[in-house]
């Protein structure tokens, strides 16, 4: 039997690119910037991790210092960590791959590195 679609929740960091410009991501997905969509760019960590926690949504961060302790403190879907200077296609391709792959439960309460090679 194939495995069931899930159509993840996700909140892309100030840091990253707008939704529009990760078309696959944003096409597949319930996709929101914290700048662009909830107009709260500037915020602090603290208060961009309480949004997701409020919202039911996948934190997705370049800034792994400081969200990876923030990660299981409350009832979290998950953080998802990615590394600095990726390619926005390659980011795009590599975050729908990888949450395609991912069960709905696996990143609740977790942080998890995206390692996204260079090709």
Not at 95 to 118: C, D, K, M, N, W
């Amino acid at each position: 039997m194939p495995k069931r679609y899930h159509k993840f929740k996700l909140l892309l960091d100030e840091n990253l690119p707008s939704r529009r410009r990760l078309p696959s991501l944003n096409g597949r997905y319930d996709v929101k910037h914290i700048r662009d969509d909830f107009r709260q760019g500037g915020v602090g960590d603290q208060q961009v991790y309480d949004l997701a926690v409020k919202e039911k949504r996948i934190l997705v961060t370049y800034n792994v210092k400081h969200f990876k302790p923030l990660s299981g403190t409350k009832q979290d879907q998950g953080i998802i960590g990615l590394p600095p200077n990726v390619p926005r296609e390659k980011l795009d391709s590599k975050l729908v791959a990888f949450l395609i792959r991912t069960a709905p439960t696996t990143l609740r309460g977790h942080y998890v590195s995206l390692a996204v090679e260079q090709d």
